[in-house]
């Protein structure tokens, strides 16, 4: 299978990077020609347009940073849709709004392709490793067609039903990943004001039942300082606005979605929507004049996990 890769940033580079150490026959393109480089001296391809990639390729993957993008890739001048038609998907890897990847997606089906949303979670280190999770919305038919490429992608791959539900789930994690963020740099700092020794803290919640997965990873690079998971603030607000929009269309009136986007836009606006994520907890210290730094942690996660084939996770059903 030929694949064509749009969008080289901080998780699409590394995913086309496991394409590439996977023996794949790999086609990219990026704004930034740098990264196209970066690729092609591994082994990689450059297509002139997204259309001219789109006619050349069995699979066309973009993993983009907004829905802009998205439309821009696939609708404009040169644009993908004019590529693509029987025969041929079209894989969303983006985080992005489910209507749009809906509205997108009957545009590919209207050639005759096959359209997926399968945006990935847990972290730029798995995506470098071939370990991350994915989710993934199209028929069933067409999963299994692309199987075999995401199980290559990442290692656990979950079929959450037709297209869009997989950008619904994944903006749905990435609003509990930041409540777990925000969270954490509350109760960080409350312990440090405490006269708590922020290495035993973090032991502490690692073995508790407060224990999760960004405690595990964010807690790290916040409490070493570089504060670098490789997501920014612009993204946060991005994906906390969808999973608004949401439960604004379904009526559901929540009330801890409306103050997390308010602090991650008044993050983005006191540091700038390119800072990293966990610079959230920047507010806190400024605010109570102290610093959430201690050593021993990681400048940087490394996924330390050897690559594994993935496989489709089993849904309980009772």
């Not at 699979?59 to 907004?66: G, V």
């Not at 006269?195 to 790290?220: C, K, P, W």
């Amino acid at each position: 299978m030929k694949i064509g890769f749009i969008g080289l940033g901080n998780v699409g580079g590394k995913l086309a990077g496991s394409l590439l150490r996977n023996g794949f026959d790999l086609v990219v393109r990026h704004l930034n020609k740098d990264l196209e480089q970066v690729l092609c001296e591994r082994g990689a391809k450059v297509a002139d347009s997204p259309s001219q990639m789109a006619t050349d390729v069995d699979l066309l993957i973009t993993c983009l940073p907004n829905p802009a993008a998205s439309v821009a890739v696939m609708e404009g001048e040169d644009g993908a849709l004019n590529g693509l038609g029987p025969g041929k998907i079209w894989a969303e890897m983006s985080t992005t709004d489910e209507s749009e990847v809906r509205r997108l997606g009957a545009l590919v089906s209207a050639t005759g392709g096959e359209p997926v949303d399968c945006p990935v979670s847990g972290g730029c280190h798995r995506a470098a490793t071939g370990n991350i999770s994915i989710f993934a919305g199209t028929e069933r038919a067409t999963f299994e067609k692309i199987l075999p490429v995401l199980a290559t992608l990442g290692r656990r791959i979950l079929h959450t039903g037709p297209l869009g539900s997989a950008s619904v789930l994944k903006v749905l994690t990435n609003y509990l990943a930041s409540i777990n963020l925000a969270s954490l740099g509350e109760a960080l700092m409350t312990a440090r004001r405490a006269g708590m020794d922020l290495n035993t803290t973090y032991e502490a919640i690692r073995i508790s039942s407060g224990n999760s997965f960004v405690h595990e990873t964010e807690s790290q690079v916040i409490l070493n300082g570089s504060r670098d998971i490789n997501f920014t603030m612009d993204l946060v607000v991005k994906d906390l606005s969808l999973f608004q929009d949401i439960a604004d269309r379904v009526a559901v009136p929540l009330e801890t979605s409306p103050l997390l986007l308010s602090i991650f836009k008044d993050g983005q606006h006191r540091y700038g929507g390119g800072e990293w994520s966990p610079n959230i907890v920047r507010r806190l210290e400024e605010a109570c004049d102290e610093q959430l730094l201690a050593p021993g942690f990681p400048a940087q996660m490394v996924d330390d996990e050897p690559e594994s084939p993935g496989h489709e996770v089993t849904i309980p059903r009772g």
